[in-house]
């Protein structure tokens, strides 16, 4: 069972992109969650699994090595951001689109980043660490450089933005780890069962963040009209990300392994996040606002993927097979 179990959860990124085939193709089997709060209440779960798989002792990596931590933190906030709004003024991008594009960009790194570093024989430690950073950080960074960068396009109520955050990420990971050091054994009893849950629920709302766009009037030829640019827009933005995160890691002096563990966290975003967040704070543009979160999560499962297999086929040298747990 616990095979099968991993075996499910590696396969993560693929789930993912079935969930938006099946959402663009039968939209009615994922419309019912996009309805209400079920979007809003799948990410916190998710976010209460991240909390659960964090220890108080996990946060001691910051003070081993707080110098790459950082580094992947501004990176993440940086790199992105920029690279997203730039991005969305090279393509012309329209507003609707534009400014999901750039809650993308500025959304934190997400839990598929670190199967992408495991798999890849990256840093994993610092991955998790960094991930947990950066989600926390998101609290804070995600609404103010919306506004910052995407004010042009639309008002954006950053007070409104912050508490939605607040809501999906800030408490429930705070009760996560709370749990996790009150009741560590009760945790652990759970095996992966937070896991299978996360995977479960990001793909839920991978589906519900197309099914919309398919069934508004016009909305397939909507989607299909967009898909090109949108796809160019992805594959520049992650593989951006993906790229000068490692080039920062390598000229920083770090090995591979940790330059491994930066471009990951750089080059992977939390699309189910950016789907809520897009929803729940920019109603007059939906559907199509969601529609750049759709196309990242493809491109970047995609980038991610390859890359992680060609890092764990080329991987040699003792610093990087030392992350492979």
């Known amino acids: 069972m616990n095979n099968i179990l991993k075996w499910f959860i590696n396969l993560c990124a693929v789930w993912i992109i079935l969930a938006y085939v099946i959402g663009y ?5 994922f419309l019912w969650f996009s309805r209400g709060k079920w979007m809003t209440w799948a990410l916190a779960l998710v976010m209460l699994c991240m909390g659960l798989s964090l ?14 931590v950082v580094l992947a933190a501004l990176s993440q906030y940086t790199v992105m951001p920029l690279a997203g709004w730039l991005i969305a003024i090279l ?7 534009a400014v999901g594009f750039i809650i993308v960009a500025t959304c934190p790194g997400g839990m598929a980043s670190n199967l992408i570093a495991y798999i890849g ?6 991955s998790v660490v960094s991930t947990a950073i950066s989600t926390v950080l998101g609290i804070f960074m995600t609404p103010l450089l919306t506004k910052l960068l995407a004010g042009s396009y639309v008002a954006v109520d ?11 990420v800030l408490l ?9 050091w009150k009741f ?5 009893s759970l095996g992966q069962s937070g896991a299978v849950i996360s995977t479960i629920c990001v793909t839920l709302v991978s589906g519900a963040g197309i099914a919309p766009a398919i069934v508004a009037p016009g909305g397939r030829e909507s989607v299909l009209s967009c898909a090109g640019v949108m796809l160019l827009a992805a594959t520049m933005l992650h593989g951006c990300g993906f790229g000068l995160g490692y080039f920062l890691g390598r000229v920083f002096g770090y090995d591979k392994a940790i330059s491994k563990a930066i471009a990951c966290e750089t080059g992977m975003q939390n699309g189910g996040l950016a789907v809520t967040l897009a929803r729940n704070n920019f109603p007059m543009y939906m559907p199509m606002i969601c529609l750049p979160s759709v196309f990242c999560s493809i491109m970047q499962s995609a980038i991610g993927g390859v890359l992680a297999s060609i890092w764990r086929i080329t991987s040699s040298d003792k610093s990087d097979k030392r992350e492979e747990r």
Request: aromatic share 12%.
């Open 55 to 68: 220890k108080i002792s996990d946060f001691k990596d910051l003070f081993s090595q707080p110098k790459c």
């Open 172 to 180: 429930p990971v705070s009760l996560g780890v709370f749990i996790n």
């Open 91 to 97: 393509l012309k991008l329209p507003p609707e689109l």
């Open 25 to 29: 193709f039968w939209p009615e089997v």
């Open 158 to 168: 950053v007070w409104a933005m912050l508490l939605n955050v607040a809501e999906m």
């Open 121 to 126: 024989r990256a840093n994993l430690s610092l």
């Open 184 to 188: 560590s054994g009760f945790v652990r």
